[in-house]
């Protein structure tokens, strides 16, 4: 999962060290049946990747810093919930 993350985004931060919490998440992905097998996990990267917001592409407003997604974050079942459902693709 760690390589595909890498190979389908590889401008996104990379994972140095894959900690307890970033296991804990990916597994609580895969064991809840929203990301099952690789090929969805291949399918989730590639919606990732088609958000300007989630990529670091968004302009942030004055005072703040540009969001970039990594994985922790992509991961995490709320913000898994919310890119699924189109929350940061500006459709």
């Given at each position: 999962i760690i390589d595909l993350y890498h190979q389908t985004l590889p401008t996104l931060p990379k994972v140095a060290k894959l900690s307890s919490k970033r296991k804990a998440q990916i597994g609580a992905r895969w064991r809840s049946g929203d990301i099952p097998d690789m090929e969805?996990?291949?399918?989730?990267?590639?919606?990732?990747?088609?958000?300007?917001?989630?990529?670091?592409?968004?302009?942030?407003?004055?005072?703040?810093?540009?969001?970039?997604?990594?994985?922790?974050?992509?991961?995490?079942e709320s913000n898994f919930v919310k890119t699924w459902e189109n929350k940061y693709h500006g459709r």
């Amino acid at each position: 999962i760690i390589d595909l993350y890498h190979q389908t985004l590889p401008t996104l931060p990379k994972v140095a060290k894959l900690s307890s919490k970033r296991k804990a998440q990916i597994g609580a992905r895969w064991r809840s049946g929203d990301i099952p097998d690789m090929e969805t996990w291949k399918e989730y990267f590639e919606f990732v990747s088609q958000s300007d917001w989630l990529m670091g592409k968004v302009e942030p407003s004055p005072g703040r810093k540009r969001f970039v997604a990594d994985l922790e974050w992509l991961t995490n079942e709320s913000n898994f919930v919310k890119t699924w459902e189109n929350k940061y693709h500006g459709r």
